[in-house]
């Protein structure tokens, strides 16, 4: 079993910057890729950066320049500046991992932490 913790949500002003942090924990051989998703009331969840180990990271058009994504070992950061009203819903953490030798890659979400971006 594997275990997203996420944390670094809350009230910003326009303009302001934010940092998330999600730690991945529990079985884990190997994380292929982690990335933040957000989700809006009412809307699908959608890909805010997808970074695929080693790779370079795939960022959502809407958050290029503004957002950074980074990782050190099991943990991934989102550092959010320039922050827009539309950039206020809850975030997403996700992994791939495996959790075992020769054992398939199975993705895992955090529970979500809210971001409000209000004046």
């Known amino acids: 079993q594997v ?3 996420e944390s670094g949500g809350g009230l910003v002003q326009p303009g302001g910057s934010l940092r998330l942090s999600c730690a991945a924990s529990g079985s884990i051989f190997s994380i292929n890729a982690m990335g933040w998703y957000r989700q809006a009331p009412g809307k699908q969840r959608e890909s805010v950066v997808v970074q695929i180990s080693g ?3 795939n960022y959502a058009d809407s958050v290029t320049g503004r957002f ?3 990782r050190d070992k099991e943990t991934v950061y989102l550092q959010m500046n320039s922050l827009k ?3 206020t819903p809850v975030y997403y953490c996700n992994a ?3 959790t ?3 054992a398939q890659a199975r993705g895992y979400w955090g529970q979500g932490t809210q ?3 209000s004046s």
């Open 96 to 98: 791939v991992v495996v």
């Open 115 to 117: 971001v409000t971006v």
């Open 68 to 70: 950074t994504i980074s």
């Open 55 to 57: 790779g370079r990271p």
């Open 85 to 87: 009203p539309e950039d």
């Open 100 to 102: 075992e030798w020769r």
């Open 3 to 5: 275990q997203l913790v």
